[in-house]
């Protein structure tokens, strides 16, 4: 991965000459860190996305669906003030810096023409978005604000001048001469890529050790060809994006990586096409990762209170259990009542509850009467033994807690972008999340969206992903003759076959759909139940998520790799 100054410089060339002239029809902000703006051009319309993300912060275009924020956030908001319905006139890079401006020109209220800078900071957790009056240098606001607390150098805040980031005082590799670069490069000291990676801007280590790496051997003049081949290239805007897939990385770039051991690569015929495919799947992972951080966090601690209350109540239980004592006790007392007198601290009497009838000290309270030790020796009885049926619902219900808990983990644990307002607002329901303040719901609530694939053999086959779309889909739309299934004694999605028209080969995928979005992802042999529709009920007072099913048969499936993809390739949503 290297997102350097001249990937910057080949996909901001590429957007130019796409977008350039192009009219913002649409802006939407679907995560907190990055905008999708939807361009109309003479080539037709276009969705361009700008991200501030600190893991994977890029900009290009791309054909990836959003799930966009019902209601839309503030910066957000911003955007289509000033820019929606704007004229985009330039996109253009910084120098070799990984800076790229886009000027648009809009009408305001008035009438009037204006222009607005569009400002994308590609610096890894230093990026940011920001939107600026390029006429007096102020900032409108910026999607992260840096104050003077954590920045003197430069404050991002609306009404505050912007100021871009300080300069690294290095060479621009596309004006520099023979002499600064043999200048800048002492060979006696080793280590070139390096080197050349601290002494112009815009090179990544990854484009530095291909340098080196066509010099073969590392004399001056080799070096300064290698280097002006890969930068007259660049000046040229002659460009080969590519991905290289080695042993357990990837890499993208817009020059031929030739020092790499490549598994596999792939040529592209556009920069945008290149960075879609390296950033697909990846981008939304992490952003998942930082959403679902907190809720699996939460969840953990709730499941493990239960697991602790589970402890003492079996502790509890046990001491009930042994509480069968007293009730001997009592009775011992109550036969040799007459033997024992007032004040005494213990009866040793004959236990005939026992086959040898030995001899047992019982205590005794020497401010009762026997009558009076006696019954207070049934009452504890008493206590402990109606505590054993409070105890064993309370355990129950621990019990069910903690299922109810390892699956919303399991959700978690798959869950997609779309998925993790569904679980948030479930846990809201339940209790373990307090409501947002300002979220009220508008409308009627929509039905869930679900996952739709198709089997080989044509049949239809429905995934809920979390507990929500598990209700919606088995209770609501599944018919009673579809084929449903879950892993057994698992935590794990519901699946649903459409219709009675499949094979056993539909039903095996079908099943491997089940495991694959169930704990046991990594395991052989699962087993999995699989039953019609119709023998399914959901129990009243359920949790959500939760069924009980009859009539079922078991599966034993292990993943198939190649399945699983020829699945996933048939892909869509539905609700």
């Known amino acids: 991965?290297?997102?350097?100054?001249?990937?910057?410089?080949?996909?901001?060339?590429?957007?130019?000459?796409?977008?350039?002239?192009?009219?913002?029809?649409?802006?939407?902000?679907?995560?907190?860190?990055?905008?999708?703006?939807?361009?109309?051009?003479?080539?037709?319309?276009?969705?361009?996305?700008?991200?501030?993300?600190?893991s994977f912060p890029r900009i290009h275009m791309t054909n990836a669906s959003y799930q966009n924020p019902l209601e839309a956030p503030m910066f957000c908001m911003l955007l289509r003030k000033y820019c929606e319905g704007a004229i985009i006139e330039t996109i253009r890079q910084v120098d070799m810096e990984r800076i790229i401006h886009i000027d648009i020109r809009g009408r305001d209220e008035l009438g009037d023409d204006r222009t607005?800078?569009?400002?994308?900071?590609?610096?890894?957790?230093?990026?940011?978005?920001?939107?600026?009056?390029?006429?007096?240098?102020?900032?409108?606001?910026?999607?992260?604000?840096?104050?003077?607390?954590?920045?003197?150098?430069?404050?991002?805040l609306p009404g505050r001048p912007y100021v871009a980031p300080p300069p690294q005082n290095k060479l621009n590799p596309l004006t520099a001469t023979k002499d600064d670069f043999i200048r800048r490069i002492q060979f006696n000291e080793g280590k070139i890529a390096k080197q050349i990676v601290g002494s112009f801007e815009g090179i990544s280590p990854l484009i530095a050790n291909e340098i080196v790496h066509r010099a073969g051997l590392p004399t001056r003049e080799a070096l300064w060809t290698s280097f002006t081949e890969i930068m007259e290239a660049a000046r040229r805007h002659d460009y080969i994006p590519v991905l290289v897939r080695t042993e357990n990385k990837e890499h993208f770039s817009v020059v031929a990586l030739t020092h790499l051991s490549a598994e596999s690569s792939e040529t592209f015929t556009g920069v945008s096409e290149c960075l879609e495919a390296f950033y697909h799947g990846k981008a939304e992972r992490d952003a998942v990762k930082q959403r679902v951080h907190d809720l699996a966090r939460l969840v953990a601690n709730e499941r493990n209170k239960n697991e602790k209350k589970i402890e003492k109540l079996l502790d509890t239980k046990r001491q009930a259990e042994d509480a069968r004592i007293y009730q001997i006790y009592g009775e011992l007392i109550t036969a040799n009542i007459y033997q024992i007198t007032r004040g005494q601290t213990e009866a040793n009497v004959v236990n005939y509850y026992e086959e040898e009838a030995p001899l047992v000290n019982i205590p005794l309270d020497p401010a009762l009467t026997p009558a009076e030790n006696a019954q207070a020796y049934f009452k504890r009885y008493t206590k402990a033994k109606n505590s054993l049926a409070v105890v064993d619902d309370q355990i129950a219900a621990a019990e069910e807690e903690v299922r109810y808990l390892d699956t919303v983990l399991q959700q978690i644990e798959n869950a997609g972008l779309a998925d993790i307002e569904d679980i948030r607002e479930e846990l809201t329901e339940q209790g373990y999340l307090r409501a947002r303040p300002g979220k009220i719901k508008k409308g009627k609530p929509k039905n869930p969206v679900l996952e739709r694939y198709t089997s080989s053999e044509g049949a239809v086959i429905y995934v809920g992903k979390n507990n929500k779309q598990n209700d919606?889909?088995?209770?609501?739309?599944?018919?009673?003759?579809?084929?449903?299934?879950?892993?057994?004694?698992?935590?794990?999605?519901?699946?649903?076959?459409?219709?009675?028209?499949?094979?056993?080969?539909?039903?095996?995928?079908?099943?491997?759909?089940?495991?694959?979005?169930?704990?046991?992802?990594?395991?052989?042999?699962?087993?999995?139940?699989?039953?019609?529709?119709?023998?399914?009920?959901?129990?009243?007072?359920?949790?959500?998520?939760?069924?009980?099913?009859?009539?079922?048969?078991?599966?034993?499936?292990?993943?198939?790799d190649e399945i699983i993809q020829a699945l996933t390739k048939t892909k869509t949503t539905t609700s």
Not at 473 to 489: F, Q
């Open 1 to 54: 991965m290297a997102f350097d100054g001249i990937v910057t410089r080949a996909v901001a060339h590429e957007l130019n000459e796409r977008l350039a002239t192009g009219r913002i029809m649409k802006i939407y902000q679907p995560t907190d860190t990055e905008i999708v703006m939807q361009v109309r051009t003479r080539r037709g319309n276009v969705r361009l996305l700008l991200s501030a993300s600190l």
């Open 472 to 560: 919606y889909l088995t209770n609501r739309l599944a018919s009673p003759n579809d084929t449903w299934l879950h892993t057994k004694d698992i935590p794990g999605s519901h699946v649903v076959i459409r219709g009675d028209k499949f094979s056993e080969r539909t039903l095996r995928e079908a099943a491997m759909l089940a495991v694959y979005y169930s704990k046991a992802r990594q395991s052989s042999q699962v087993p999995v139940d699989y039953t019609l529709v119709r023998h399914v009920k959901k129990p009243k007072g359920a949790k959500p998520g939760f069924v009980i099913y009859e009539q079922q048969k078991t599966l034993f499936v292990t993943l198939d």
């Open 116 to 156: 607005k800078r569009i400002v994308l900071e590609i610096m890894g957790r230093h990026s940011n978005l920001i939107l600026m009056d390029p006429q007096n240098g102020l900032i409108h606001d910026g999607l992260h604000h840096v104050t003077p607390a954590v920045s003197r150098y430069r404050v991002i």
